[in-house]
C-alpha cells in the first residue's frame, strides 16, 4: 500500500529545542511520501535521501517533499515558488508518483497583494495552483497524482477553520481534477479522534488511481495536538493504488 505523510511544523527550525524531538516523532512513521509544510529544509525523515523544497530564506521553506524513493523536482510546473513544489517520484511498485505539496491562504491572510475578503486571497491563490495540477495531469497522464500540505479549510459537517465560500471552491478544485480529498468527512482523521478539532492539513489523490483506502490516522494521540512539537496533528493515510 502507498502512504502519505503531511505535517505542518510550525516555522521550525534547525536550533530550537523541539526540532529533535520532532525528527523522532517523524522517523518512527514510516511513509513513502512526506509532505511537510512551515518547515526548514533540514528538518525530515532521517531515512529519505531525497528533497525538494519551495524557496526558502535561510532554510525556512512553505514546503518541502520527501522520500526514500527517486525523486525528480518539477519546478517548470509550480507558478508560486515561494509557497509551493512538486516533484516526480519513482516508487518500486507504484511508478510515477507527482507530487503537489502547498500551503493555502489562512483566514485574513493576503496573497501576491490580493484581500483575504471573500476569501479572494485563498480563491485567487486555488485557481493558480489548480491550473499547475492540470498541467502536471496532461504531461504525466498516467501517473498516481498527489496534492497535499496546509489547506487551512476543514471539510466536516461542522464548522471548525476556514468558510464555507471557499470550502466550496476547493471542493469544486479537486473535483474539477479528478482528485479525492481523502482526509475529508468521515475519512477526516482528526475529526473522528479529537473532535472538535479538525484536519485543515490535507491530502488529495487521483480519483482514478484509488482502489482501497485502508486508514487515515493523525498524531499526537490526544484530545489536541501537542503545541510542544506544532500547533497541529500530523496526518498519514494508507491506500491501496492501481498499477
Known sequence: MLKIANWNLERILPGQERTERIKDVISKISA?????TETHKN????????????ESLEGECWST????????PLIDF?????????AKVIHPKYGDLIIYATVLPWV???????????G??????????????KKLQLAYPDAIHIVAGDFNQSLIDWHYYGSNLIRLKLEEAMKECNMTIITAGENDPVAR?????????HICVSNSKIEQIYSTKRWSNEAQPDKTLSDHFG?????????
Open 32 to 36: 513513502d511520501i512526506w509532505i511537510l
Open 43 to 54: 528538518v525530515g525523515p532521517n531515512h529519505s535521501n531525497s528533497v525538494i523544497s519551495s
Open 235 to 243: 496526518v498519514i493515510v494508507k491506500i491501496e493504488c492501481k498499477t
Open 193 to 201: 479522534d479529537s473532535k472538535p478539532h479538525a484536519c485543515i492539513d
Open 120 to 133: 479572494i486571497a485563498f480563491i485567487s491563490a486555488l485557481e493558480t495552483y489548480k491550473n499547475d495540477w
Open 65 to 72: 517533499i520527501w522520500s526514500p524513493y527517486p525523486i525528480t
Open 108 to 118: 485574513g491572510s493576503t496573497w501576491r497583494g490580493q484581500p483575504w475578503k471573500e
Open 78 to 86: 509550480v507558478s508560486d515558488q515561494e509557497r509551493c513544489s512538486a
